[in-house]
């Protein structure tokens, strides 16, 4: 084949792959009673292999990734893969902690080819990701407005309505309100997604010299904004606010002309949470209320969660119990002792470190944050301090970010754009 028709159709295909990214298009290749238990083939995983099928004999991506790395950055990758790899044989589900590993092996593949290509492709792809996301917003604000999430299995949607028993709702007086959920299983993914999306957009907006696309990512901005808010995500409201304030102070004496954009940004971001809570102050009062009949069980379910995950790591503090493995070891070890419970209770711990230390052990976790510490350094190094610091958030609170299936991808994604 040619090398610049390769070249084409590789880019092509890894354009795709960020389109695809944030949505749950999928092949169930091993069904489960739970999502955490399941094994599919995703189509930007599909996508990716091809890209890279193509693009590697083009000549565009090159091996020599390996060499350029320091010796601390080949210590903790190695250092990952490794005890990751390990947490494998003693998991007692071998083949989903496999696949665990080979989506981890692939976001790190996907991590140094978008690390390679040059800082226009690399725009392109983070464009082309804003675009997919606005596709997710629009659906997330279309729900919360209808109160209904329509089902599609080419995108990976189920359907919600706020009546459903197990529906994720917010409960008032008025009844129960749906929170949106984008394309995604949960509304804190939803959330977390758009809350990293309104920064991008910001960071973009304050960037750009042209009016044209200034307007274009200013519009960006007030849709994620909106898309977060609905999502009622506590964590990604917070990411998003803590990120935002320290954007604007970054960009407070930056001036376009005779106007200042950073003041206008959060004069603009204030009075959109104004309007909000103008028409939807009752929903973030109950949200907020944490005495509340759901917000309390969330809370309790939360600690139960983290204190299982604890316990977990205790029995097995080196090797973790497996990749992707530890609702399913509670789940077993529960049934071994007579008291198991419901499949849907369980679930991972919700934080981001402790669910990495029971799964795959604490060596794992320390090749993790040392990881985690070189993006915060190339991070300020390229003044998107931002950014990480509403990642880091969304680590502390949730779960999602280690427990998807393409988390690791879009980590991958937004770290070798840094």
Request: charged residues 15%.
């Amino acid at each position: 084949m040619d090398k610049n028709i390769g070249q084409r159709l590789g880019l092509g295909c890894l354009y795709l792959t960020v389109f695809t990214l944030p949505w749950q298009t999928k092949l169930i290749l091993r069904s489960a009673a739970n999502n955490y238990w399941e094994i599919s083939l995703f189509a930007a995983v599909f996508l990716l292999c091809l890209s890279l099928f193509l693009l590697i004999p083009s000549g565009l991506l090159s091996f020599n990734f390996w060499k350029k790395l320091g010796k601390l950055s080949k210590v903790l990758i190695s250092g990952l893969v490794i005890f990751s790899l390990l947490s494998t044989f003693i998991s007692e589900d071998h083949y989903l902690s496999l696949y665990r590993f080979l989506l981890l092996l692939t976001a790190l593949i996907f991590y140094f080819i978008i690390s390679q290509l040059s800082p226009i492709i690399r725009r392109r792809l983070l464009l082309i990701f804003l675009i997919s996301l606005g596709l997710q917003a629009l659906i997330g604000l279309g729900q919360f407005l209808t109160q209904i999430s329509f089902a599609s299995k080419y995108l990976g949607m189920a359907y919600h309505q706020a009546s459903d028993l197990g529906a994720i709702v917010i409960e008032t007086g008025s009844g129960r309100w749906l929170r949106a959920y984008g394309a995604s299983d949960h509304p804190n993914i939803f959330g977390g997604l758009m809350s990293l999306a309104a920064l991008v957009s910001a960071y973009l907006f304050f960037d750009e010299q042209k009016l044209k696309m200034r307007a274009y990512f200013l519009g960006a901005y007030v849709l994620f904004f909106l898309a977060t808010l609905v999502s009622f995500s506590r964590a990604a409201i917070l990411a998003l606010a803590v990120g935002l304030i320290y954007v604007v102070i970054k960009n407070w004496r930056l001036r376009f002309d005779k106007l200042r954009p950073a003041p206008a940004l959060f004069f603009l971001s204030a009075l959109m949470v104004a309007l909000f809570f103008g028409l939807y102050g009752n929903l973030i009062l109950a949200r907020t209320n944490t005495q509340s009949r759901l917000e309390n069980i969330s809370l309790s379910e939360r600690q139960t969660y983290n204190q299982r995950a604890w316990k977990d790591f205790v029995r097995s503090p080196f090797l973790g119990v497996g990749l992707g493995s530890s609702t399913g070891s509670d789940y077993r070890y529960d049934l071994q002792r007579g008291q198991g419970q419901a499949i849907w209770y369980y679930q991972p711990a919700h934080n981001y470190w402790l669910l990495a230390a029971t799964e795959s052990g604490i060596f794992f976790l320390f090749a993790l944050v040392g990881l985690w510490y070189l993006m915060y350094k190339k991070s300020r190094k390229h003044r998107l301090l931002g950014i990480f610091i509403a990642l880091f958030i969304l680590t502390l609170f949730d779960h999602w970010l280690f427990s998807l299936p393409l988390a690791s991808l879009w980590l991958a994604f937004c770290f070798a754009l840094i």
